[in-house]
């Protein structure tokens, strides 16, 4: 089991509840990582603005800081209209950037390596673009999927390729997610192992063992960047498909 | 680690081929399903999602305009977006 890298990533059922009307809404690892991860950001963001003052404390800075980053990233993508999804944005960046961040820990279960959990969110971002294309612009949305000065004859064509394209959004904005974080935490894991079983073989295997541990300690920092680099890009696509809501094309 | 830009950008790219080559079987797939055009709706979508797939990875790489980058706010069209 120690040495398994995939091991970490599986699911069990703490408290079971099978069949509700043919679903399993059991309440396993996951759920509870994200309750927590849900529980942790709020209560961060909670405390450190509880009692704030005109000169913000170490830790009120750092939830200003998270709130003026998400802002001007809204800003800049989607104007300042796009301000009315700021909470929408902020919820998502916020439990992204934590559940990546959680996963750090170790024995922690990371909830943004379930595909699952990043379509969830994805599909989520989707949905409320498309239902609020529509209810904003009509039938006029349908726009985003013409492009100009396409002849006529390849329009079918070109309108077919450009519905394909929005509707892969979702599957790519998810599985970049999902694959850098399980990449990431296999990698981790497997250079981790290498130190494991080479220093079982003695003084030269404990010798040879100081560089994968190095490799590790060196992943582990990059893992750090690559769990806020990640929720970033999240927040960053979120703001764009928001903007193609707002504005879609003629 | 340099690295790390490198590979964040190669599975960014890889991401959008993919799905675009994913939705389009799916597409194709549900199609076939319904109407019962098995197996021409599948490869007929397959190759557009392959179209759509390279689509994506042009666009996120900057080579192409995004369709809505023409009246999008601080969007210019050429501009490479994350």
């Not at chain 1, 309440?27 to 309750?35: D, H, I, K």
């Not at chain 1, 001007?72 to 301000?83: I, P």
């Not at chain 1, 959990?117 to 994805?122: E, K, Q």
């Not at chain 1, 999927?145 to 004859?153: A, I, N, S, T, Y």
Request: with cysteine; charged share 10%; net charge neutral.
């Amino acid at each position: 089991m120690a040495n398994d890298p995939i091991h970490q990533f599986q699911i069990h059922k703490i408290i079971p509840i099978e069949n509700v009307g043919g679903l399993d809404l059991s309440f396993t690892n996951v759920s509870l990582f994200m309750v927590a991860t849900v529980a942790i950001a709020a209560g961060f963001l909670y405390l450190t603005t509880a009692n704030r003052g005109l000169v913000p404390s170490r830790m009120q800075s750092v939830s200003e800081m998270a709130y003026e980053f998400t802002a001007s990233m809204l800003r800049d993508a989607a104007g300042t209209q796009g301000m009315r999804f700021f909470p929408f944005v902020f919820s998502i960046f916020m439990f992204v950037l934590v559940a990546n961040l959680m996963g750090m820990f170790p024995y922690f279960f990371t909830v943004t390596s379930s595909i699952i959990v990043t379509f969830s969110l994805a599909i989520l971002v989707i949905g409320t673009v498309i239902v609020y294309g529509f209810m904003k612009h009509g039938l006029k949305f349908l726009g985003l999927f013409v492009p100009e000065g396409v002849p006529g004859v390849l329009m079918p064509l070109v309108v077919m390729i450009e519905v394909i394209s929005f509707f892969s959004r979702p599957v790519s904005l998810s599985v970049r997610l999902f694959a850098n974080m399980l990449a990431g935490h296999i990698t981790l894991k497997v250079f981790a192992g290498f130190v494991v079983s080479l220093s079982t073989l003695g003084a030269l295997g404990i010798g040879g063992a100081i560089l994968p541990l190095l490799m590790t300690i060196a992943l582990t920092g990059l893992e750090f960047l690559v769990a806020f680099l990640q929720a970033y890009v999240f927040a960053v696509l979120t703001c764009m498909y928001i903007n193609d809501a707002l504005h879609p094309g003629h | 680690m340099d690295g790390g830009a490198g590979f964040a950008y190669a599975l960014r790219l890889s991401s959008e081929f993919i799905a675009g080559v994913l939705v389009g079987a799916g597409i194709g797939y549900l199609i076939d399903r319904i109407v019962g055009t098995s197996p021409w709706g599948m490869i007929v979508f397959l190759l557009l999602g392959f179209v759509a797939g390279i689509l994506n990875v042009l666009r996120s790489a900057g080579h192409l305009a995004e369709p809505e980058a023409k009246i999008g706010p601080g969007a210019k069209p050429g501009d490479n977006k994350e």
